[in-house]
């Protein structure tokens, strides 16, 4: 139900410090440790590889994941998109291991891929918000959300809830590795689930940066470099989705390969500045698109803010900052389609979950 709330999409953006709150819960065992079903830590512990296989959000949230299991546990990763990995199948490596990350957990362009590679015979994982769906059933185990039914077509506490376990399983998969990890990875989740309820809670600002940016406009641009790269994706495919506005999430440093010629005067870009190895390269690219007459909005993080950026996100661990960044894209997406007289929740041409290849 979505009792005092317009659309769906809003009290899901809303319930999302709840979730990451939920999912360090689920995940948690006697001692207060973050955990997992020992099974599915072996399985992961086992792989020599790990393959991630999804669609849409989904597939952005894996690009995601490949950067925490790299990085935290030391498991090299691909991430593929399903409908292309089925017919067009790599080399595997010795040991593979799919992850399958779908929020419905009936998406038959993933199906496909998991019926293939059980009949080769390699484990296989579901990452899924519903218990009992196709996917989960089919696979050798099952990794839940707990994000609670997401009703609007466009994917917002799912998301984020991928994002979340997937560090939580990088996390406990590199602990059973004996690896050095650095982050408080519990502490910092709670600080981020803080950082989430402060950015729903600034709807105004939100509202405020689509009636200024995307009233008008036919496209828009969204950059940054690295884990901001992944979640200028996922702004791009919301504002898509919801607004119809042709929107496109690029690396940064790519736009001047030939994109850069689609900026015209006033063209909004979007550009995500979080990390800071990276920060000063993103600005780089902004300057080169203000210079073609771009309407520049930054989203900074705090510590790398600088005098003209739109607005600066709450500071958290740099492995998390794509939970807070996606939120103000979320929310940007929401009212540029609202002003536009779209339907939110149910957009045109698109269903919640594509049981069809
Ligand atoms: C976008 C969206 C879709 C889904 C995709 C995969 O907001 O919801 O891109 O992410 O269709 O769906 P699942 O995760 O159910 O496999």
């Given at each position: 139900?979505?009792?005092m709330?317009p659309?769906?999409?809003?009290k899901e953006?809303d319930e999302?410090?709840g979730v990451?709150?939920?999912i360090l819960q ?5 001692q ?9 830590v072996?399985?992961f512990n086992?792989?020599?590889r790990l ?5 849409g959000t ?5 690009l995601?994941?490949k950067?925490?299991f790299?990085?935290?546990a030391?498991?090299?990763v691909?991430?593929?998109?399903s409908?292309?990995?089925g017919y ?5 490596s ?5 992850l399958f990350?779908t ?14 590679i059980?009949a080769?015979?390699?484990p296989?994982?579901?990452l899924?918000?519903?218990?009992g769906s196709t996917?989960?059933r089919e696979?050798d185990?099952?990794?839940?959300l707990y994000?609670?039914?997401e009703?609007?077509?466009a994917s917002t506490?799912a998301?984020t ?5 997937l560090?939580i399983?990088a996390y406990v998969?590199?602990k ?7 982050i408080?990875?519990k502490k910092?989740l709670?600080?981020?689930?803080n ?6 809670d ?14 008008v ?14 979640v200028s994706?996922e702004g791009a495919?919301?504002?898509k989705?919801?607004?119809y506005?042709?929107?496109e999430?690029f ?11 689609l900026?015209?005067e ?5 550009a995500?500045?979080?990390q ?6 993103t600005?780089?690219?902004v300057k080169?698109?203000v ?11 705090e510590g790398?803010?600088e ?10 661990h740099?492995l998390?900052t794509p939970?807070?960044a996606?939120i ?5 997406s929401?009212y540029?389609a609202?002003h536009?007289g779209c ?11 594509v049981?069809?290849?």
């Amino acid at each position: 139900e979505k009792g005092m709330y317009p659309h769906f999409m809003l009290k899901e953006m809303d319930e999302q410090p709840g979730v990451i709150r939920k999912i360090l819960q689920a995940y948690e065992n006697e001692q207060g440790e973050l955990a997992m079903d020992e099974n599915i830590v072996n399985a992961f512990n086992e792989a020599d590889r790990l393959y991630i296989i999804a669609a849409g959000t989904s597939y952005h949230a894996g690009l995601i994941g490949k950067h925490y299991f790299e990085k935290i546990a030391g498991i090299p990763v691909e991430v593929h998109i399903s409908s292309e990995f089925g017919y067009n199948m790599p080399l595997l490596s010795e040991k593979p291991l799919f992850l399958f990350i779908t929020q419905s957990g009936e998406t038959a362009d993933s199906r496909q891929v998991l019926v293939k590679i059980k009949a080769l015979g390699y484990p296989s994982i579901t990452l899924t918000n519903a218990t009992g769906s196709t996917l989960s059933r089919e696979a050798d185990h099952t990794l839940l959300l707990y994000a609670g039914p997401e009703i609007a077509v466009a994917s917002t506490k799912a998301y984020t809830a991928q994002v979340a376990v997937l560090a939580i399983a990088a996390y406990v998969v590199a602990k059973k590795r004996g690896k050095t990890v650095e982050i408080d990875l519990k502490k910092e989740l709670a600080i981020t689930a803080n950082a989430i309820q402060t950015l729903v809670d600034s709807k105004e600002e939100m509202e405020q940066i689509a009636h200024e940016f995307l009233a008008v406009s036919r496209n828009a641009f969204f950059i940054g470099r690295n884990l901001d790269y992944y979640v200028s994706l996922e702004g791009a495919l919301k504002v898509k989705e919801i607004s119809y506005i042709q929107a496109e999430g690029f690396a940064g440093g790519e736009l001047k390969h030939g994109t850069i010629a689609l900026i015209e005067e006033g063209t909004p870009v979007f550009a995500i500045v979080t990390q800071q190895a990276v920060s000063l390269n993103t600005r780089g690219n902004v300057k080169e698109v203000v210079a073609r007459g771009a309407n520049p909005c930054i989203l900074s993080m705090e510590g790398l803010e600088e005098e003209n950026d739109r607005f600066v996100l709450p500071k958290v661990h740099a492995l998390l900052t794509p939970l807070v960044a996606v939120i103000p894209l979320q929310l940007i997406s929401y009212y540029a389609a609202l002003h536009r007289g779209c339907d939110v929740d149910k957009p045109r041409n698109l269903a919640k979950s594509v049981t069809v290849e």
